[in-house]
């Protein structure tokens, strides 16, 4: 490809003197996996599908609810009120937006069962997730595969961003060894979140992935950001020297979390702000949707979509089945309430 027979939507970049045509073009070939499409996963993927990302893959498990809508800049209205899993809205909006590049929805949790699977053969690795349980996961991966990856997080109106490559940097567990305890930290459910400081974190982290693709690591920032835009305060700690030689991950290369028996992993998890709990199966399982309606509709109004079986139960519940096995019910905070629901409803 020539500068003259790039496309036009990307003549600006290109015209940058830090990306130019062969970074363009390097781009355009590149994949990029994107896990957690909620506020950060949104901005970096609007961001990167603009930007000609060849190839994004875009992993997440929740689907659009009204709460969302205040952040999460790829969804609207109609896909709150349909309940859109949050990955098959962001790609449709996204393939209206490049219909060039290629956009893979997975509506699937990231864990250790499927992590290898569904991460193989990214370019780069972009956290949009919540919870250190699933950086930790992504962590593991980039590290035995040799893959770069951006962690981001924002909470409140400040947020931190730090960028692994395997071998020249710190990788997450050497700069936090221990997954913080549950409830030590500030979470969008405690302390809300504002949208600014998802988008600047998200930029940040956009950023740092289209100077990797394009080949140009040099002009990575190099340290653990931490922005609060409430407080005025902008703090960048160099991380050269911080890897941890005694780093169980990046210098033991042992990858408990990524190897580790899934059936430790919690069956329940509580998603953040949503009075949401998913329920996990014992094993992976391949359910046939169509087949189930009639017998679970009994027991509330259903809907079939091409991604969920969704039944309205009594209480105010509404129970969401997807084909491997998990479902999130809405409408309680308790993991006892929606285990006992998924059981009554799934014998499992
Ligand atoms: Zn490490």
């Known amino acids: 490809m020539?500068?003259?027979e790039l496309d036009a939507r990307y003549a600006r970049q290109a015209r940058f003197a830090g990306i130019g045509t062969d970074g363009q073009e390097r781009l355009l070939r590149a994949r990029a996996v994107i896990v957690g499409v909620g506020a950060l996963g949104c901005a970096i993927a609007n961001h990167l599908a603009r930007?000609?990302?060849g190839s994004l893959t875009l992993i997440d498990r929740d689907i659009v609810d009204r709460s969302n809508l205040q952040r999460q800049m790829l969804f609207d209205e109609a896909d709150a009120a349909a309940g859109?899993?949050?990955a098959i809205a962001a790609a449709a909006r996204l393939a209206a937006v490049n219909g060039g590049i290629e956009i893979v929805p997975r509506v699937a949790d990231l864990n250790a069962f499927n992590a290898e699977r569904l991460l193989a053969g990214a370019d780069i690795v972009l956290d949009g997730t919540d919870n250190f349980g699933a950086r930790y996961l992504i962590n593991e991966y980039c590290v035995k595969h040799d893959v770069p990856w951006v962690y981001g997080g924002a909470v409140g109106a400040s947020g931190m961003t730090l960028t692994v490559v395997p071998g020249a940097t710190p990788c997450l567990r050497c700069l936090f060894p221990?997954?913080?305890p549950g409830g030590a930290l500030d979470t969008c459910?405690?302390?809300?979140?504002?949208?600014?400081?998802?988008?600047?974190i998200a930029s940040m982290q956009a950023i740092e992935a289209i100077k990797l693709l394009a080949g140009?690591?040099?002009?990575?920032?190099?340290?653990?950001?931490?922005?609060?835009?409430?407080?005025?305060?902008?703090?960048?700690l160099a991380v050269a020297g911080a890897r941890n030689p005694d780093c169980p991950v990046c210098a033991g290369r042992r990858f408990e979390a990524l190897e580790g028996n899934?059936?430790?992993?919690?069956?329940?998890?509580s998603l953040c702000g949503r009075n949401t709990v998913q329920v996990m199966p014992g094993r992976p399982l391949a359910l046939d949707l169509r087949a189930l309606e009639p017998r679970l509709g009994r027991a509330g109004g259903a809907e079939l979509t091409a991604y969920s079986l969704r039944l309205h139960l009594p209480g105010g519940i509404t129970f969401v089945l997807f084909e491997d096995g998990r479902a999130l019910v809405i409408g309680t905070e308790e993991a006892?309430?929606?285990?006992?629901?998924y059981a009554e409803l799934l014998g499992e």
């Not at 990575?220 to 409430?230: A, M, N, R, V, Y």
């Not at 059936?263 to 998890?269: I, K, L, P, Q, S």
């Not at 006892?336 to 629901?341: K, L, M």
């Open 2 to 4: 020539t500068g003259a």
């Open 51 to 53: 930007a000609g990302v």
């Open 84 to 86: 859109t899993p949050k």
């Open 178 to 180: 221990s997954m913080p």
């Open 189 to 200: 459910e405690t302390a809300g979140v504002l949208a600014p400081i998802v988008d600047t």
């Open 216 to 236: 140009r690591a040099e002009a990575l920032h190099g340290s653990l950001l931490q922005i609060d835009l409430w407080q005025n305060q902008w703090q960048s």
């Open 262 to 269: 899934a059936e430790d992993e919690a069956a329940t998890v």
């Open 336 to 341: 006892q309430t929606a285990r006992r629901i």
